[in-house]
């Protein structure tokens, strides 16, 4: 996500998903909707939008076709599980566009796709996977003057891990009790998106006074595999997303916020833009006015005739024809960048109105999951049955669980 610092960087986030939700999320992605709220899409464009793995039907249908084969297992979930997830891949729209656009996003997110199948567990797992070229960054678009579009892949996928199951004490056969009975592939959110232990530079467990081991957030292991990924891949011009405690808890609502901030400080900048070229156009005028008066005392120089005309040479003539063609020019300049400058000191006001407003809104829930990000988020999954979108390590985490 930009950040405005002229610093370009790679930045993954994952959202889980329900049965009830993966609707939307698949007429947003595959574009099957009649209109949409985002302004921002161009509809002519969506013909240029890439699928790296294209969907061979709905997203739910293909999910019940690989639960049927018993490719993967729901068993023991709940009627609300999260059975999908999203990873969307990003990077701000300024890199993009001062690396050539469209043809090097493509390239891009390539080989963004490429670590996506790692991070999931595999390409059996994506059931989408979709590069957007047809969103455009208002923001950057209205400060450049051109258009400039929002470039992002949409991968989505079935978080699965793979999952031990041992024989029980009810076994006839009391050699094979606690033995490994069989192996299935589970779909589990919670299970795939766990924090993972902590390792010192020689692959030692770093361990807290208590001696508990210290856990890595799977924001930030996600982070580090992503930004990895595309480092080895030859993108060196590029760093990893901000490190820190409240961006491993980043919400809709936090992001819609700071793109609202990002859209903010563009407009000021235009507005600031805007003022100068009028100071500068203001000073002209203020010179040809003073060129006017030098010209009205030409003006004075006509002789009036004896039936009450005035005459003048050619040249006095030629020179006040010349001032009022410039006179008339500065006017319609002026009114011009007047009316651009109001509209832009409009824009800028709604916008940051509309940063303030969802910064309020925001406030509280910042402020809790800055002293206690884990109370928080358990808060939210025990009521509103909501896991927060944490991001992905796939490399398959093995569960033993004994049937009864």
């Known amino acids: 996500m ?9 930045n993954v986030r994952n959202a889980n998903l329900t049965k009830t939700q993966i609707s939307n999320t698949q007429r947003h992605n595959e574009r099957e909707k009649d209109a949409y709220t985002n302004p921002d899409i161009v509809p002519e464009r969506t013909a240029l939008n890439i699928h790296f793995k294209r969907p061979s039907g709905g997203y739910a249908e293909m999910f019940a076709q690989m639960e049927a084969s018993k490719t993967i297992s729901t068993r023991g979930l709940k009627e609300d599980a999260h059975l999908y997830g999203e990873l969307i891949f990003d990077v701000n729209s300024a890199y ?8 090097f996003a493509k390239q891009f997110y390539t080989d963004a796709y490429r670590s996506a199948v790692e991070i999931v567990g595999g390409e059996q797992f994506i059931l989408s996977a979709v590069m957007h070229a047809d969103e455009r960054n208002r923001a950057m678009s209205e400060a450049l003057g051109r258009d400039v579009y929002h470039y992002h892949l949409h991968v989505v996928y079935i978080p699965v891990v793979e999952k031990r199951v041992l024989w029980s004490k009810r076994c006839k056969d009391k050699s094979l009790v606690g033995t490994v009975k069989e192996t299935i592939i589970q779909v589990s959110s919670s299970k795939k998106w766990k924090s993972l232990p902590a390792v010192d530079e020689q692959g030692k467990p770093i361990l807290q006074k208590n001696g508990k081991p210290v856990l890595r957030k799977s924001y930030s292991v996600l982070q580090d595999d992503f930004f990895n990924a595309m480092r080895t891949a030859g993108y060196t011009d590029v760093e990893r ?4 405690s409240t961006e491993e808890h980043l919400t809709v ?3 819609k916020t700071e793109r609202e901030q990002e859209r903010l400080a563009a407009l000021e900048h235009q507005v600031e833009k805007k003022e100068k070229v009028l100071q500068k156009v203001e000073q002209k005028i203020v010179v040809q006015k003073g060129t006017a008066a030098t010209f009205a005392e030409i003006d004075s120089m006509g002789r009036k005739t004896l039936m009450g005309k005035m005459e003048f040479s050619q040249q006095e003539a030629e020179d006040l024809k010349r001032l009022a063609k410039k006179g008339i020019a500065a006017d319609t300049t002026i009114k011009d960048l007047q009316r651009d400058l109001k509209s832009a000191r409009r824009d800028a ?3 940051k109105r509309r940063y303030e407003e969802l910064k309020e809104q925001a406030k509280d829930f910042f402020a809790a999951i800055k002293k206690a990000p884990e109370r928080v988020m358990a808060f939210i999954s025990k009521v509103l049955h909501t896991e927060q979108a944490e991001p992905p390590r796939v490399l398959r985490q093995r569960e033993s669980a004994v049937e009864r």
Do not use: L
């Open 2 to 10: 930009a950040r405005n610092d002229g610093i370009d960087r790679t």
């Open 241 to 244: 997303g901000e490190r820190g």
């Open 253 to 255: 609502a936090q992001f």
């Open 96 to 103: 993009f566009d001062n690396h050539g656009g469209y043809d």
């Open 349 to 351: 006001q709604i916008w």
